[in-house]
């Protein structure tokens, strides 16, 4: 059985080095600073292993060709030629840049993808994700975008070049919450994988805006301080003083950000790590910073740059009215200030800045989990 498992991994793998797929894609890379057309930055196609394209003067880029080693989108396995697969044990396992069959992100090079059942299964369910644009500036690579077609014109992608520091963006995807088999998207953003949507499961002491469901479909659910860390309503009064990180209700492999864990984002989209140690406002006299904070938003002065999609979900009083829906957006951390307060993080759709600031623990925030 063994070795009909590995012949016929071996048969998988001879049939795609004979593959051929025609590529075209082609974009404008801008400066997140200027706004400009960004030169010297390189893109390249992790997969077909094309060769990096430097960008002309104006930012723009072509990547074409006919190039051979790739299969198609739902055959036997969607993966790459016979450089990124090698067979063990009747096991096939892949490897190109650290990225699995979805293009999602890897701890080791290579991830063994079960057997060749399995892995025709897996690509068969596979999501749309066929490959990934790496985008490289001086020297590292910025951003990854996944594509899911191979001919595809007018790719527009804003590079980070207000740091020296490697601010990786752009690896995206979706989970499913195996408690309710809601799905969530989520982005890479500096070392950081975020929930790209606020969390929309159901406990105790968490509500939709106005008690319409609807609501929270679009904006997820609101829920009380103690509710979000899965603790008992005492504590929405009463100093808990656990460790971090705690999971609280967020999904296995997903934990309540800690305030810590809020400053960190706030650096990789531009702040100051003194000024995102600072209450308040903040980014309203570091340049660039006040472009970084607006990026966050998917509505009105954003321009969701980083893709975290912030939503004016607004929030929900100690005493049950419901307040500013459209207008505002409000995120628990599981940092406490205080017995009664909480450190949490305000976004007004009207302004660039994002405000860090304790909070009674009884009012009803949204909350994005942060992956382990």
């Not at 080791?108 to 749309?128: C, E, I, K, P, Q």
């Not at 990934?132 to 975008?145: A, D, E, I, P």
Request: glycine content about 10%; hydrophobic content about 35%.
């Amino acid at each position: 059985m063994q070795l009909m498992k590995r012949m016929a991994a071996l048969g998988l793998v001879m049939a795609l080095s004979t593959s051929a797929t025609t590529i075209f894609l082609s974009g404008i890379v801008k400066d997140s600073v200027t706004g400009n057309g960004l030169s010297g930055a390189k893109v390249s196609l992790a997969k077909a292993r094309l060769s990096p394209t430097t960008t002309l003067s104006d930012g723009s880029w072509t990547l074409s060709g006919a190039v051979t080693g790739i299969a198609g989108r739902h055959g036997t396995a969607a993966v790459s030629g016979t450089s990124h697969l090698s067979v063990q044990d009747g096991h096939v396992l892949l490897r190109y840049e650290g990225h699995d069959l979805l293009g999602h992100s890897q701890p080791v090079a290579s991830a063994a993808t079960g057997s060749v059942t399995g892995l025709a299964r897996s690509s068969s369910v596979a999501s749309d994700t066929i490959d990934t644009l790496l985008f490289s500036w001086q020297g590292t690579v910025r951003l990854r975008k996944p594509i899911t077609s191979y001919e595809q014109s007018g790719i527009t992608t804003v590079l980070d070049t207000s740091s020296a520091s490697v601010v990786v963006t752009g690896d995206t995807g979706h989970f499913t919450d195996s408690r309710d088999g809601q799905a969530y998207k989520y982005v890479k953003i500096g070392t950081q994988t975020w929930m790209a949507q606020n969390l929309n499961y159901h406990v105790d002491s968490s509500w939709c805006y106005g008690g319409v469901a609807s609501n929270c479909a679009t904006y997820g659910r609101l829920y009380r301080w103690s509710s979000a860390m899965a603790l008992s309503s005492h504590y929405d009064s009463t100093t808990w003083g656990g460790s971090l990180p705690h999971q609280g209700i967020c999904p296995s492999g997903w934990h309540v950000p800690s305030d810590a864990e809020w400053q960190t984002l706030e650096v990789s989209v531009g702040m100051s790590a003194a000024t995102a140690a600072t209450t308040g406002w903040r980014g309203t006299t570091e340049g660039t910073s006040l472009k970084a904070n607006s990026s966050l938003w998917s509505t009105n002065t954003g321009t969701n740059v980083y893709g975290f999609s912030v939503l004016p979900a607004g929030r929900r009083g100690s005493d049950g009215p419901f307040y500013f829906l459209g207008f505002d957006a409000l995120f628990w951390s599981s940092s406490e200030y205080a017995a009664s307060y909480a450190w949490s993080r305000a976004f007004d759709c009207d302004l660039a800045y994002v405000s860090r600031v304790d909070f009674y623990k009884s009012y009803g925030f949204s909350l994005r989990c942060l992956e382990n």
